[in-house]
Structures are given as C-alpha cells and as structure tokens.
C-alpha cells in the first residue's frame, strides 16, 4: 500500500510525524497532493489537549493543492488542475446545508449535534498536514486557483480569511460604521479587513504587540488600542466620544474580550463573535442592561465550500486585499514539529507559517 507523510496527533503535547497510508478514493471524493498549507491556533488547541481529537488523526485544515485523483462520480474538475478547499467542507445536501447554514453541516444529523458542524478536517477526518488530504464531498469543496496567484496568495482563503471577514460579515458592518477588533491575531487582522472591505470608516484594533499593530493598520486600522496602557473599555469610549461602536468583533475567545466588545457597543450595536472559548462565558449584567439593551449577539463558524473560496480567490486577485504580511515563517513537511514548536510559543513574530512537504 503506497504510503504519505502525515502530522499525526498522537497524545498531548505530541504531534509528529509518522507514515500513513495515501487514502483510497471513493466515489464522491477528490485526493489532493499538498502543496502548501499552514498551522492554525485551533491546532495548538488540539496540540495542547485542550480540543479533543481522536488519537492517530492527520491535523490540519488549510490545503492548497493539485487534484491527484477524482472519484468516480466527480464531474467538473480534472486531475492535475491546481486547488483549494476550505477548513469547512459541507455536503450540500445535509439539513444544515439546505437551512442555508451550511457551516454547520452535519449538526443535527449523522455526526450529532456538535458545535463544530461541517469542520471534518483534523478535527472528525483526516486532515491537510501531509502529502496528501483526501477532499470529501469534492464537487462542493473543491475550488480552482485562479492564474497567476501563488500558494502563500491563496493560504489564507481556506480558513483565517473566510473566518476574519465573516466577523464583518455577520456583524452586518455598514458603509460609514465603526468598529472594533478585540485581538490582531490572523482572525483579527483579517477581520479588520473585512471591515474595511464592508465599508467601516472608523476601525479600531486592540492588541499589544507592535508587529501586529502595524500590520493592523496596513489592512485598514484607523487607532489601534493596546490593552496594556489603560481600559480598553474606556479608551475606545473615548475614541466614539462616548458613542460607543456599531459592530464590536471577538476574535480571541476570552471573557474579559467578549465582556469588553459588549461594554463598548452603542444602543441596538452588535456583538460579533469569532474566538473560541474554553470556559463558559459570563453575561454580566449592566453590560447587558438587563436583557433591554436591543444588544445583538452573533457567533461564526468559518463558512467554507467552493463558492465561498472562490470569492475570496476572487479579493486576493482583485488586489484589494493584501495579506502575504500574515506568512511570516516557512517551513518543510519533514520539519513541522519544529514549526508547531515555533507557532504554538508564538516565537519569532509568527503569525502564520507556511509548509511545504
Ligand atoms: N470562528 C471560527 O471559525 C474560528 C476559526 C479559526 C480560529 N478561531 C479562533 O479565533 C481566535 C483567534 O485566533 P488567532 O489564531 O487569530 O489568535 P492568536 O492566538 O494568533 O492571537 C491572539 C492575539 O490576541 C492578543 N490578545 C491577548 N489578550 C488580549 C486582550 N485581552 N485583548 C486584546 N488582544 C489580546 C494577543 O496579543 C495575540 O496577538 C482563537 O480563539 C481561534 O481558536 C475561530
Ligand atoms: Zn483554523
């Protein structure tokens, strides 16, 4: 049996690298030779014990490929065409799908009710950190690269992009808004982008570090808080002339965050949530004035599918939104316990690290 490289989760604390068998192709499956993909801070969560995987997985849900193989009753795509699919991959054709929730694939139906819904990738499936990833459900999945744009252009659409924007998105972020980022994390930066790209005029970043402020405004902060000089709290109040902001986005997974984007919004503002949480989460409250504050309250699970990759191909090419700033490492296949070393003790000014098997 032909055998792949793979970064398998084996217990915590350990993910290494170990042989694996190259998945067979069933019918409505494409194989996916990597070309390039990237750790994102959910493995470290699994790395760390604190997301339980099964022991023996593949990690990893950010691909970006060459069709080595189609499945039989895949039609539309061809073997050798360049690729990517996103960390969420739907049906289609689940209950979720057809409730226009497609994110949320699966919940409610054959793997059970589970918060993560459609996220199969190094999380219920084998995922993208080897040679090879086998794509389910490939004629809803698989995405093809446009011409001209490189792996690393691309690296972010799988995952951190449709994330990051979708904290925009969701918060309904209007031309002329002001919004908050609570985190300049890879979510966070490209939520400020997103923000920008929905038409927000005042964005301000929270952060501490000078690397990712920096990058914050290049992707379109206006004012940049640092958490560590004063409230936050009270310093964006400050910054709305006690307005308050219309859409405030978590893109940490914390209570004194998800606390803070709630403090600072305006009347009828909206709470848009990314992060996610370890420990249950606490709604104090005058923070909430009591259930009258017409406060909303929004989560988001990564949306993925092929037109939802392709649409995002589609900013990258328009050059409308630049994030090769994010890849700040590279990294061999062979050498990923190094990169996870590296990426999970957030050494070095990393962000976002690229490997290549
Ligand atoms: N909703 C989804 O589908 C989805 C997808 C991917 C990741 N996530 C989650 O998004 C979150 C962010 O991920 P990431 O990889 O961008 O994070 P990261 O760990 O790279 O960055 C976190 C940032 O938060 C900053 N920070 C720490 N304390 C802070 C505070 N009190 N106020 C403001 N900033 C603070 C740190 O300085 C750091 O820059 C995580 O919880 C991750 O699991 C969610
Ligand atoms: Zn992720």
Redesign the pocket.
């Known amino acids: 049996m032909p055998k792949m490289k793979a970064a398998v989760f084996v217990e915590k604390n350990r993910i290494v690298l170990e042989d694996k068998a190259i998945p067979d192709v069933g019918p409505l499956d494409a194989l996916i030779r990597i070309t390039t993909t990237t750790i ?3 493995d470290v ?1 699994i790395l760390k014990g604190e997301y339980p995987v099964a022991k023996g997985l593949t990690v990893g849900h950010e691909p970006v490929g060459i069709i080595e193989k189609l499945g039989s009753a895949v039609a539309g795509f061809s073997e050798g065409q360049r690729v990517i699919a996103g960390a969420i991959t739907p049906s289609g054709h689940s209950f979720a799908c057809l409730c226009g929730c497609a994110s949320q694939d699966g919940a409610g139906s054959k793997h059970g009710f589970t918060a993560t819904g459609g996220w199969k990738f190094g999380n219920i499936i084998d995922g993208c950190q080897a040679e090879y990833v086998l794509v389910p459900d490939a004629m809803a999945n698989l995405s093809p690269v446009p011409d001209g744009l490189s792996d690393e252009e691309v690296l972010m659409c799988p ?1 951190i992009m449709s ?1 990051g924007f979708s904290g925009a998105e969701s918060g309904q972020v209007q031309i002329g808004d002001t919004v908050v980022v ?7 930066l490209c939520a400020v982008a997103g923000a920008k790209l929905k038409g927000a005029t005042t964005i301000i970043g ?4 000078p690397a ?1 402020q920096e990058v914050a405004r290049q992707l379109g902060a206006s004012h940049i808080v640092d ?1 560590k000089q004063g409230d ?1 709290v009270a310093q964006i109040m400050a910054l709305t002339d006690g307005r308050g902001v219309d859409v405030a986005i978590e ?4 209570q ?2 998800f606390e803070a984007s709630l403090r600072v919004l305006r009347p009828g503002g909206t709470l848009s949530s ?3 949480y370890s420990t249950d989460l606490r709604i104090p409250l005058d923070a909430f004035a009591a259930g009258l504050g017409d406060k909303k309250i929004i989560t ?3 949306p993925g599918g092929k037109e939802r990759m392709r649409r995002l191909m589609e900013v990258v090419a328009s050059g409308r939104v630049d994030l090769k700033p994010l890849v700040t490492h590279r990294y061999k296949l062979d050498d990923i316990e190094a990169a996870y070393d590296l990426f999970a003790n957030q050494r070095d000014g990393v962000m976002k690290v690229a490997i290549t098997p």
């Open positions: 994102c801070g959910t969560h995952d994330t609570f985190a300049l994390g890879p979510i966070g929270v952060d501490t570090v990712r958490f936050p893109a940490l997974g914390s004194a965050t990314l992060g996610v988001t699970l990564c």
